[in-house]
């Protein structure tokens, strides 16, 4: 079936470094990607979303990159911070708005 | 987000046990959602609901019901509670676009 889903579970990253957290997806029919940040505890929580016809879309500190040829959807963060620890989802969606969610990369910062 | 709230917060209850799960929001989103999320897995859809005649099932929703009693009201139920339904269940909500907004979780546990 049709899925999203994460490279990898885990990634450690140095306090001040920049994070890539990768995504493939296979759904082509989606139009939206969106990515989620959960804290230990707490709901998932937006942080940046881009529609298929575009292939970059940049917020605070962070951008998204969509290669729709492979398939393959990014989150970069810049400056890596302590409360960037966290767990990361991708989602995708069609215009139903029904969220499908990849499994999730747990972020470490280390100090 | 405080504007998604769901009661309860945490719930032990006993195979064979009718739950009932609630979801409050102050958002006036029409759109409704409930979530289940395993450990090391993604969010899977349960229901969802546009409006309050309007009740979905998402791609889980055997051995689940839900009930939209009004527009800010959505309550999710376990007729008769197994141990795999063991899990963080998550209420969302929606208006125009993708994002959606999620409640702080219940943690649920089927003995």
């Known amino acids: 079936g049709e899925s999203v889903g994460l490279h990898l579970p885990t990634l450690s990253v140095q306090e001040g470094d920049n994070s890539i957290i990768n995504c493939a997806y296979s759904?082509?029919?989606?139009?939206?990607f969106i990515w989620y940040k959960q804290e230990s505890g707490k709901g998932p929580q937006f942080i940046i979303d881009i529609r298929s016809n575009m292939d970059k879309r940049q917020g605070q500190r962070v951008t998204v990159l969509l290669n729709k040829t492979v398939k393959h959807l990014s989150l970069q963060i810049a400056a890596t911070q302590p409360g960037d620890s966290a767990v990361y989802f991708c989602a995708e969606t069609t215009n139903d708005y029904k969220l499908s969610f990849g499994a999730g990369t747990t972020v470490t910062v280390r100090a | 987000d405080a504007d998604v709230t769901q009661t309860p917060r945490n719930r032990i209850t006993k195979t064979g046990k009718r739950i009932m799960l609630e979801c409050s929001q102050t958002k006036g989103h029409d759109r409704m959602y409930w979530y289940r999320q395993d450990p090391g897995l993604g969010l899977r859809l349960i229901y969802y609901s546009f409006d309050v005649k309007d009740i979905n099932k998402g791609e889980i929703s055997d051995g689940y019901s839900v009930s939209r009693q009004a527009q800010a009201k959505f309550s999710l139920s376990l007729e008769s509670a197994i141990p795999n339904q063991t899990a963080l269940y998550f209420c969302?909500?929606?208006?125009?676009?993708?994002?959606?907004?999620f409640g702080p979780g219940t943690r649920l546990t089927v003995l």
């Open positions: 969302a909500t929606a208006s125009r676009g993708p994002e959606q907004f």
């Open positions: 759904n082509s029919a989606s139009d939206y």
